[in-house]
T-cell receptor, first 114, second 110 residues
Framework: DADVTQTPRNRITKTGKRIMLECSQTKGHDRMYWYRQDPGLGLRLIYY???????NKGEISDGYSVSRQAQAKFSLSLESAIPNQTALYFC?????????????FGEGSRLTVL | GDSVTQMEGPVTLSEEAFLTINCTYT??????LFWYVQYPGEGLQLLLK?????DKGSNKGFEATYRKETTSFHLEKGSVQVSDSAVYFCALGSNYKLTFGKGTLLTVNP
């Protein structure tokens, strides 16, 4: 089984719908991240969490919210999806500072908003 | 702010060719530098890293040297294989986060 698991792997939805992407990890890491990948734009940080009670906005948090339900679970929500939120979303974890160490990524959740 | 600029793709090579993917960065302080690789249908995984100037990271035949004087961290491999076909991301690490480049798609043909 993967150390970082994302569900669903693929989702097609309509404009205005609420969507939740879930992430769980078995690595025991304290820090978790949500990134968005768009062709030609690389990865951009949406939200990050240092622990259950410490959640922070990344560079593109507008239109998104997150919940850290437990150390091992970090969910990303789109309250009212819009087409330009169509993208590949990645959850990642790290032990300590991501800037100094290694990020471990899930396999991604492809979201299409019609 | 921190930023990473990497070579535009796509890059197409024949098997056993030499590979260079250029990466330059802008940062305050003394960041760590990384190369991540994304194989088709998978998440990113760390390929190599360097934490200070003049360090060389290496893994699976790939190498990159942290050059502070030219603010660069170019990825090289002497002889690529078909299995190296993937998207390669240069990244800069500072404090709590990584800043990624836009990625370079490499295709290696037999």
């Amino acid at each position: 089984d993967a150390d970082v698991t994302q569900t669903p792997r693929n989702r097609i939805t309509k404009t205005g719908k609420r969507i939740m992407l879930e992430c769980s990890q078995t690595k025991g890491h304290d820090r978790m991240y949500w990134y968005r990948q768009d062709p030609g734009l690389g990865l951009r940080l949406i939200y990050y969490s240092f622990d259950v009670k410490d959640i922070n906005k990344g560079e593109i948090s507008d239109g998104y919210s997150v919940s850290r339900q437990a150390q091992a679970k970090f969910s990303l929500s789109l309250e009212s999806a819009i087409p330009n939120q169509t993208a590949l979303y990645f959850c990642a974890t790290s032990f300590g500072d991501a800037g100094a160490g290694e990020l471990f990524f899930g396999e991604g959740s492809r979201l299409t908003v019609l | 702010g921190d930023s990473v600029t990497q070579m535009e793709g796509p890059v197409t090579l024949s098997e056993e060719a030499f590979l260079t993917i250029n990466c330059t960065y802008t940062a305050t302080g003394y960041p760590s530098l990384f190369w991540y690789v994304q194989y088709p249908g998978e998440g990113l995984q760390l390929l190599l890293k360097a934490t200070k100037a003049d360090d060389k990271g290496s893994n699976k035949g790939f190498e990159a040297t942290y050059r502070k004087e030219t603010t660069s961290f170019h990825l090289e491999k002497g002889s690529v294989q078909v299995s190296d076909s993937a998207v390669y991301f240069c990244a800069l690490g500072s404090n709590y986060k990584l800043t990624f480049g836009k990625g370079t798609l490499l295709t290696v043909n037999p």
